[in-house]
């Protein structure tokens, strides 16, 4: 008896820390921001790219431990100069339509197709830059195809045999660049290498990936959108032929749209009607507390894909009422800017997303720890960058923040400024987080540096395309941004600074290159950062040398406060409400791969606090092993 005793405790104590999986698993959800293209070759959205990772499949993809694993490739290889990379695509794979009947099958023609499309500059891709960065050719090419400016000669119209994209044969595909590029590979799991058929893509023409139904795409991934509804609903359903559809585990995702998904989302969870909600802090410390709800919710697991910043706008383009003459001025002065960047408590505004823990959602470089690291030594802690990693929260200084406050007022009344300063700072009125920060900021600035200097202007911005309606336009003075990695490189993160060229007018990010600004030798402050990009980039051949160049780069925007670097995302810390397992999900901190619902499982019962733990525990286990 004993013995039967005591192996029940132990099965008992097994299926305490072993999940059970829910078989032909439906996840339900709700979504409150419609996309407004399904078109994956133009797209930069980080709610657009989460839709094409689920139905396109890449050359390549990461296993849940973030291993590199075959996908549409069955095998690559590079040349001994690291210059010409060649991929054997698998055969059988194919292109269905929105009802899952099948149309053709993949082949090295549909990337060669999609990369005409994405580097012909009158499709207005806003990840050719990407493309033409590493591929030998592609920028001139894109060049050719661009309409000059008024007054300027055309580039020479160049022919695509000139670029190194093309198709060996039906199930070969090369790629030939510029230098060697160590990451290339990671690169392949991004957007702009994915492929397109190419008849279909002619048929469709400016309809191809209109956010109008399910028909203006074709599917090759492990789902397809079997309805899309605007503003309705969007169900993605098992792709029932894809090459790997043994490996996917839920077989749809039903998502209705609800402008108010952010308040109603944990009722209907509690209720049963749905598989995921928001939390709040607010609402994680009362369900915490309560023991019929403290299981059903967990931590949010943090992979590190976005990293966020704020930054101040150098070309402003709000409304004359928010005096953007009198804000251009004074952000071109680097003691008004820098009293800005020490007047930031980072701790108290973190404080709104992570009451419990803010510190572990904040770091103070915009390249995040972990993301790469050279023999062991972070990125993030190299070179010229270390110093401000090292500083951090200690960043906030009273002192300093006033003592160039007294400077710039002095030098701003000069220059004909007047006080307070308006600045105009919008977040998006569907993240309540978001709202509750910029208060928080607002209080806390304006009564650290008095509202005789500046007055913080807080202001909703629209639902729908907030990030061209706002970030991309300029109508901002001081915003909170992010920036998601798209391969395994700090260069990477220089993407949203890029001053503006013919071939990315109307894709800008920030507007760093319109400072005025100069040093003591009179080169102006963001020429003599991008110099510095540009020598970083050069290096190809030695790791260590570039990403210490990169690290040199970025502590010098960060030193002149161009930018102030400020965390991990509003839902890195707190809880959230998921029966999804978030350790069974792809794993990658750049790129698309964490928005696959490839390879995850649907929980039977919600992942409670402790187990989320255990699970974490077991997964830096496995990750451990595959180092020794």
């Not at 008896?1 to 104590?13: E, Q, Y």
């Not at 209109?210 to 503003?231: C, H, M, R, V, W």
């Not at 998502?255 to 989302?265: L, R, T």
Request: aromatic fraction near 14%; include cysteine.
């Amino acid at each position: 008896m004993k013995r039967t005793l005591t192996l029940l405790m132990i099965i008992a104590m097994l299926l305490s820390v072993t999940p059970v999986f829910t078989e032909d698993a439906v996840y339900r959800t709700l979504y409150s921001g419609e996309v407004s293209s399904l078109n994956y070759l133009t797209t930069t959205t980080a709610s657009e790219f989460a839709v094409a990772a689920n139905v396109i499949d890449t050359l390549v993809e990461y296993d849940y431990l973030g291993q590199i694993q075959p996908s549409l490739a069955e095998s690559w290889e590079v040349s001994e100069d690291g210059l010409v990379w060649t991929f054997k695509l698998r055969q059988g794979a194919k292109w269905i339509d929105g009802n899952a009947e099948v149309v053709a099958e993949v082949t090295a023609h549909d990337f060669v197709t999609a990369a005409q499309y994405i580097l012909n500059a009158q499709n207005a891709s806003a990840t050719a830059n990407i493309l033409y960065s590493v591929v030998d050719g592609a920028e001139a090419y894109f060049l050719g195809t661009a309409t000059p400016e008024e007054g300027k000669e055309p580039a020479p119209k160049m022919e695509w045999d000139t670029v190194g994209i093309k198709a060996l044969d039906d199930y070969t595909i090369e790629y030939t660049l510029i230098n060697p590029v160590p990451y290339f590979l990671s690169m392949t799991t991004y957007v702009c290498f994915m492929p397109a058929y190419g008849p279909f893509l002619a048929e469709k023409g400016e309809e191809f990936g209109l956010a109008t139904g399910n028909d203006t795409l074709l599917y090759n991934g492990a789902y397809y959108i079997s309805e899309f509804k605007p503003q309705e609903s969007r169900i993605y359903t098992k792709n029932p032929i894809n090459w790997d559809k043994d490996k996917v585990y839920v077989e749809q995702i039903e998502m209705k749209y609800n402008k108010e998904a952010a308040s109603i989302s944990a009722d209907l969870y509690r209720k049963g009607e749905i598989d995921s909600a928001t939390i709040d802090n607010l609402l994680a410390q009362e369900w915490l507390s309560n023991p019929e709800t403290a299981d059903l919710i967990r931590p949010v697991r943090h992979i590190g894909q976005y990293s966020y910043f704020y930054a101040l706008n150098f070309n402003p383009q709000f409304d004359e009422i928010y005096e953007p003459e009198n804000w251009k001025i004074a952000v071109n002065n680097e003691n008004f800017r820098k009293a800005i960047f020490h007047a930031f408590d980072r701790v108290k505004v973190a404080t709104v997303a992570e009451p419990d823990n803010p510190e572990s959602i904040l770091h103070y470089s915009i390249v995040p720890p972990g993301f790469v690291d050279y023999n062991g030594q972070d990125y993030a802690k190299m070179g010229d960058l270390a110093a401000w990693s090292e500083l951090g929260k200690d960043a906030f200084n009273e002192e300093l923040a006033k003592e160039y406050a007294t400077k710039a007022k002095e030098e701003l009344e000069a220059a004909g400024v007047t006080f307070p300063i308006k600045m105009l700072t919008v977040y998006h009125p569907n993240i309540q987080t978001w709202a509750e920060m910029v208060q928080v900021l607002e209080q806390q600035m304006e009564g650290l540096l008095g509202n005789d200097f500046i007055d913080i202007i807080v202001e909703a911005g629209p639902s729908q395309s907030f990030l061209s309606e706002v970030r991309r336009s300029g109508k901002y003075a001081f915003l909170d941004c992010n920036w998601g990695a798209d391969y395994a490189d700090p260069e990477t993160y220089t993407d949203p600074f890029m001053p503006v060229t013919d071939t990315n007018a109307g894709m800008k990010y920030n507007f760093p290159d319109f400072t005025t600004d100069v040093d003591e030798n009179g080169n102006n402050k963001f020429q003599v950062y991008w110099g510095l990009v540009e020598e970083a980039k050069a290096i190809t051949n030695d790791i260590e040398a570039r990403f210490l160049a990169f690290a040199k780069a970025e502590a010098y925007l960060i030193e002149h406060a161009f930018v102030m670097p400020f965390g991990y995302s509003y839902n890195a810390g707190g809880y959230t409400a998921s029966r999804l397992d978030p350790f069974t999900c792809q794993y990658s901190p750049f790129g698309i791969s964490t928005d696959r619902y490839k390879g995850m499982r649907l929980l039977d019962e919600p992942m409670s606090t402790d187990q989320f733990f255990d699970a974490q525990d077991k997964w830096e286990q496995e990750r451990a092993a595959l180092a020794n």
